[in-house]
T-cell receptor, first 113, second 113 residues
Framework: KNQVEQSPQSLIILEGKNCTLQCNYTVSPFSNLRWYKQDTGRGPVSLTIMTFSENTKSNGRYTATLDADTKQSSLHITASQLSDSASYICVVRSTSGTYKYIFGTGTRLKVLA | EAQVTQNPRYLITVTGKKLTVTCSQNMNHEYMSWYRQDPGLGLRQIYYSMNVEVTDKGDVPEGYKVSRKEKRNFPLILESPSPNQTSLYFC????????????FGQGTRLTVV
């Protein structure tokens, strides 16, 4: 069964600290993996997209890694800011089916001053 | 400004009263889709459309209808809403290729009483 699991479910850190969010997937065949940031009550906004051949991709203070062999991805946030408080969703696209995305349930991050 | 616009943002309705949630995008995207987001379940795809007059079921299509008469619009129709359709709904659009970014609307919070 195609699944995307994220950990931890929630995380609280102090402003300025780094953190790493995890995503494990069992989706096959794999096309690409995306990380989205979703502010409360708003639509998700794309942070990174990685294909099979990409190991790492950065977007400012956000760095995503992908290990396609172990089917794991991580999102590292450097020097966190209060505005980083949001849910972070890992999404895997399968090449099976024309337009199939499998969403994780997200990690809810809270950054405290 | 490139955007996906949903209306209304909030809606409270009664069981059985037909309603339509509109979605419009101004990016000339071919692919559009509807998702619902419920606590602990993540986003689940309801319906998607690959182009005008081409629609297909996602993971949770029961109780919903869609139409794609124009490229820019993709309304979601609930013919006879029930309380279990109380949820946060998102419309998304993309160019459709495997590596293309999906843009999400701001969401519609629907309550069926």
């Amino acid at each position: 069964k195609n699944q995307v699991e994220q950990s931890p479910q929630s995380l609280i850190i102090l402003e300025g600290k780094n953190c790493t969010l995890q995503c494990n997937y069992t989706v096959s065949p794999f096309s690409n993996l995306r990380w989205y940031k979703q502010d409360t009550g708003r639509g998700p906004v794309s942070l990174t997209i990685m294909t099979f051949s990409e190991n790492t991709k950065s977007n400012g203070r956000y760095t995503a890694t992908l290990d396609a062999d172990t089917k794991q991805s991580s999102l590292h946030i450097t020097a966190s800011q209060l505005s980083d408080s949001a849910s972070y969703i890992c999404v895997v696209r399968s090449t099976s089916g024309t337009y199939k995305y499998i969403f994780g349930t997200g990690t809810r991050l809270k950054v405290l001053a | 400004e490139a955007q996906v616009t949903q209306n209304p943002r909030y809606l409270i309705t009664v069981t059985g009263k037909k309603l339509t949630v509109t979605c419009s995008q101004n990016m000339n995207h071919e692919y559009m889709s509807w998702y619902r987001q419920d606590p602990g379940l993540g986003l689940r795809q309801i319906y998607y459309s690959m182009n005008v007059e081409v629609t297909d079921k996602g993971d949770v299509p029961e109780g919903y209808k869609v139409s794609r008469k124009e490229k820019r619009n993709f309304p979601l129709i609930l013919e006879s809403p029930s309380p279990n359709q109380t949820s946060l709904y998102f419309c998304a659009s993309s160019l459709g290729g495997p590596g293309t970014e999906a843009f999400f609307g701001q969401g519609t919070r629907l309550t069926v009483v």
